[in-house]
Every structure is written in C-alpha cells, then in structure tokens.
C-alpha cells in the first residue's frame, strides 16, 4: 500500500511541476508529512511557508524580550528525543542561545537527555510528574502543580545566580 501511495504522490507531484512550473516537493516543509503545504502552494503561487515558531515568536515580540532578559521561562508536555527536531522548544532554545540567555523549562515529564538540553543553554528542568505526583495527578490539578514547580525551578534559579543583576525574564508563550 505504502509504495503505492507514494508513486501516486511523486505523479502528482509531476503533474503540479508540470502545470506550474515549480518544483513544490523540494520546497521544506512541503515534502513527505507537508501534504497540506504541498496543496497550498499548488493552488495559491503567491503563497509562502514561513516557520510557525518563528512567526508567532515574531508576533509576541519574543526576540525584542530577549535582548533585556536575564531568564528564558518556557514549557513543554514532554521534552524527549523528538523535542530538539523542530518543536517549538528548540527555536526558543536557539534564539535565548543567539542573545546568550539562559533558559529554564517547566515540563510535564522529562524524558531527554539532561545534558544534551544543557549543552544548548538550559539552565534548569522541573518536571510536574515525579516523586510527589503520578501522570494522571499532574494532568488532573496540572495549574497547581505547574504553580508549585514553577516556583522550585525559580528558586533554583535564584540559588544559581546569587549576585547577578536582574532584569527581566522572557516568556515565550
């Protein structure tokens, strides 16, 4: 089934190329899972991708943010190994790094590599789920253990930047 579906995919692909003169199946992000991108771009020429993180970081003033803040505060469901393969984590990740900010993370659960996510400028990573709370007791009461954790993460921010001026923090949403 699958190689069917797929030579059925590339004669469309043709077949757009050869109706519109682009080559769409080699525009990022209109490839293999862009069905939706693909279609756009066949339909409307004017039409462009453009990054979803990158657009919503540019509307919120997310970089502007950056250039005063001392602390990047974010949250993820679940950081895991697909989280540093274009979730909105990583972009936030890779701007706080552009401006040398640290960044802190409240997460559902943790289930990367803490030093792997150190390496690209997290500070700290509380997690909801734990020693005190079960999946389902995180999700069920998540805005008061978000609160509780929240403020641990702070706390060990405080104790790791003893001495250091303070401005601001960003909050990406």
Same mark, same amino acid.
Not at 3 to 30: C, D, I, K, N, Y
Not at 137 to 150: C, I
């Given at each position: 089934?699958?190689? @069917? =579906?797929? +030579? !059925? ?6 077949? /757009?190329h050869?109706a519109? #003169?682009?080559?769409l199946s +080699?525009?990022?992000? %209109? #490839?293999? %899972? ?17 990054? #979803?993180?990158?657009? $919503?970081?540019?509307? /919120? ?28 984590? =990583? ?10 900010v ?16 150190q390496?690209?400028? &997290? $500070? !700290?990573?509380?997690?909801? &789920?734990g *020693? @005190?709370?079960?999946r389902? @007791?995180?999700?069920? *009461? %998540?805005?008061?253990?978000? @609160? /509780?954790?929240?403020a641990k ?8 930047? *003893?001495?250091? *001026? +303070?401005?601001? $923090? !960003?909050?990406?949403?």
């Amino acid at each position: 089934m699958l190689p @069917e =579906m797929e +030579r !059925a995919l590339r004669r469309w692909a043709v077949a /757009v190329h050869r109706a519109t #003169g682009r080559r769409l199946s +080699r525009v990022p992000g %209109a #490839g293999a %899972a862009g069905g939706l991108a693909f279609g756009l771009l066949a339909h409307f020429p004017q039409a462009r991708l453009v990054s #979803g993180a990158e657009f $919503v970081m540019q509307a /919120v003033g997310f970089h502007d943010a950056l250039r005063d803040a001392d602390l990047v505060l974010t949250g993820e469901g679940q950081v895991d190994a697909t989280t540093l393969h274009g979730k909105l984590l =990583m972009r936030v990740l890779q701007a706080a790094r552009r401006h040398r900010v640290p960044v802190a993370i409240v997460c559902g659960d943790l289930q990367a590599d803490l030093p792997l996510l150190q390496a690209r400028g &997290v $500070v !700290a990573c509380q997690t909801l &789920v734990g *020693s @005190e709370t079960s999946r389902e @007791e995180a999700m069920h *009461s %998540a805005a008061f253990w978000l @609160e /509780v954790n929240t403020a641990k993460l702070f706390s060990k921010w405080e104790s790791l930047s *003893s001495g250091q *001026s +303070r401005r601001k $923090v !960003a909050l990406p949403t």
